[in-house]
């Protein structure tokens, strides 16, 4: 599979049919970049590289890529190519609202247009936060010129009276405590120092670090490239390499193309379970797949996923935190491991012109505590399960390394919630008809409906269950969850509410069952009685990856006229 051939080099690229020759539009492209002070050899036919940039202010885990710009940079030049940055729309998971999810299309397509329109030849693509690392894989895969991703990293580890702090992750727990009386809100705030107290994306295994860790499990990072905490000065490395690198993938012409073949979203899928993945992993898989045309379903993270175990011990699901991991040995252990244990294509192309698998052969486990030997796994059926039945006939999801062994085959009365405003405004009043053995169902958050598919699929428990020490019940939602958050939630739950999917008839008291061994998610009422209910489905959707439908495939890097 890795029988990748280079093409020719020298050869013209496309950045030449705007740089090289004497007519009027080549003059008139290059006297512009002049006016930046670049020498006129630099538009000699030299492979023009785009470094691509979501840094932003406004998005805390990208606020530093800057600087790994500037390295990216030095690697260009010292490689023989024309560097150029340029920014695209940063959806910053924290602040953005009504939430981040609505908008990574948009900087999914914000960055194919800006690859297609310019005269570039390649692109490093920068990227931390939970959105912007799918959204640039999908931009880049549309229009296919070669491509390599640069993550910004996690944050060190927070630290709190003695004990670490998982971002995200702490947050819920803490709340939680706080409803529960257990923590004081005084001692609530002095936690929240601890929490970011560097640049980079979350340090729990939340999306983040998780499509971090996809981006190169799929190849299209270098191997190494996820776990390097964003201040250590090897993340600064990485990036000078990757601005070497992409060099060399333009004279090769190695493509996005090339690299996301259906072998290199298998290896992503079993990598997912091994470390406990993030949920979101599965959306954001199934619409990168959906731009390179290659048919990944739901079936095949099922198919894929549950027989590997999770070894990765780290928040959510675990201890420790991504500082660790990366001390570690971080994920070319990982992809070791499930090399040697045969559940890895091992032939995958990567980014690095040779094999998944040349990448990881030597690399060695500092640390079994936290990359856990596979007899001592943190969960033994990992990955991610994919649920189906009348209330999920196109799927849900659910990631039991994260949920509760008793909760996983439970039957339950339904308590509903038609949105979050629904759901605020009930949870916390006394006289909710409410205990632990309850399922809760929150309706109206998905793809269409929040708009946008929201975060807020873990939903807090009621104080007055809190109260007795009880800390998971079974929630059922079309929306999705922080990848640093935890506890038995069935999540994407599809047709959305919205759409007229069965989740939108349930109704207070219906007895819900769920059977994750079984992978079924069945509301407990006749067929005639769900068919009665029933309303009209519609688009876009959490079981395809939540992409646009009109987005799909990769439309190439032509463009089909000159500007003057």
Known sequence: MTGFTPAPWPRPLRSTRWFTGTSKDNIYHRSWMKNQGFPADLFDGRPVVGICNTWSQLTPCNAHLRDLAERVRHGIYEAGGLPVEFPVFSPGESSLRPTAMLYRNLCAMDVEEALRANPLDGVALLAGCDKTTPALLMGAASVDIPAILVSGGPMLNGWFRGERVGSGTALWQMSEAVKAGTMSRDDFLEAEAAMSRSAGSCNTMGTASTMASMAEA???????????????????????????????????????SDVLKKEAFENAIRVNGAIGGSTNAVIHLLAIAGRVGVDLTL????????????????????????????????????????????????????????????????????????????????????????????LAPDGAVLKPSAASPQLMNHRGRAVVFEDIDDYKAKIEDESLDIDESCVMVLKNCGPRGYPGMAEVGNMGLPPKVLRKGINDMVRISDARMSGTAYGTVVLHTSPEAARGGPLAVVKDGDMIELDVPGRRLHLDIPDAELAARHVQLDHVGADTGADLDFLKGCRGKTVGRDSH
């Not at 190849?219 to 000078?240: E, F, K, Q, T, Y």
């Open 299 to 390: 079936d095949d993270w099922d198919r894929l996923g549950r027989d590997i175990p999770t070894i990765v011990d780290l928040m959510p699901s675990g201890r420790f935190l991504m500082e660790e991991f990366f001390y570690a040995g971080g994920l070319p252990v990982v992809v070791r491991a499930l090399g040697e244990a045969g559940k890895l294509h091992r032939d995958a192309l990567t980014v690095s012109g040779g094999s998944i698998w040349d990448e990881v052969r030597e690399v060695r486990n500092w640390n079994e505590e936290v990359i856990r030997p596979v007899e001592k796994a943190l969960t033994a059926s990992g990955g991610i399960a994919v649920l189906r039945g009348n």
């Open 218 to 256: 799929l190849g299209m990072a270098l191997s190494g490239n996820a776990a390097i905490p964003a201040v250590d000065s090897r993340r600064r490395v990485m990036a000078h390499i990757s601005g070497r690198r992409i060099v060399q993938m333009v004279k090769d012409d190695l493509k996005p």
